[in-house]
């Protein structure tokens, strides 16, 4: 792949998958291979931006809560000019997680239609935007998870259904990562590769 800054190329990737499938891992791969051709930037999810306003992901968030976390979220999205913007928490899981929360339905319109306003502000940006769909992942129970597995599997399941509307195209992806001498070895990063290089050889 040539560096995009050359080619007048911008891609946008985001990942979606419920809570602990490892975006964030997958992110950070991909982003240290990115590197070499052209410049970098990461957004991670609405819940690392706000810890320190100690708002975090649990079942039994509220809607003040959560606008916070997705508008911090929409901030650091629309001010990204990398020629590679990776995001670890495409907005779509926004509108699962508070569909699992049983948010009102007057919420749920307005932040479909958020998430659609922002990703068509980013496509005028010149951005390409390509979307990864990530497989659940089994976790062993751990009191470090912030919810629940059953909550966790709502949310897939509503993931799923959004998915298959259509509004966004998604590519899905196998695999996960592991560890090799303490490093984060991620197996999908070759798959957004390949993705990537045959849709700039799309545009040409």
């Not at 497989?135 to 959004?162: A, C, G, H, M, T």
Request: net charge positive; with cysteine; glycine share 8%.
């Amino acid at each position: 792949m040539e560096r995009l800054t050359e080619s007048g190329g911008k891609f946008l990737i985001s990942f979606l998958g419920t809570f602990s499938t490892g975006k964030t891992t997958l992110v950070k791969a991909l982003g240290r291979e990115l590197k070499r051709y052209g410049t970098v930037e990461m957004v991670f999810g609405g819940t690392r931006l706000v810890r320190h306003h100690g708002i975090k992901i649990s079942e039994k968030a509220r809607i003040p809560d959560q606008s916070v976390l997705t508008l911090c979220t929409i901030e650091k999205l629309l001010g990204s000019c990398a020629d590679f913007v990776l995001v670890d928490e495409h907005l779509l899981l926004h509108v699962a997680y508070c569909t699992a929360l049983g948010f009102e339905s007057w919420f749920l319109k307005r932040l479909w239609g958020l998430v659609e306003g922002v990703y068509s502000a980013l496509d005028a940006k010149g951005y390409s935007v390509l979307n990864f769909l990530l497989p659940l992942i089994p976790l062993q129970r751990s009191k470090y998870r912030s919810v629940s597995r059953k909550f966790r599997l709502k949310v897939q399941e509503n993931l799923e259904r959004l998915v298959l509307l259509d509004r966004f195209r998604f590519y899905r992806i196998s695999g996960y990562s592991v560890k090799e001498r303490g490093t984060a070895v991620d197996d999908r990063v070759g798959q957004v590769l390949s993705v990537i290089l045959s849709h700039q050889v799309g545009r040409r």
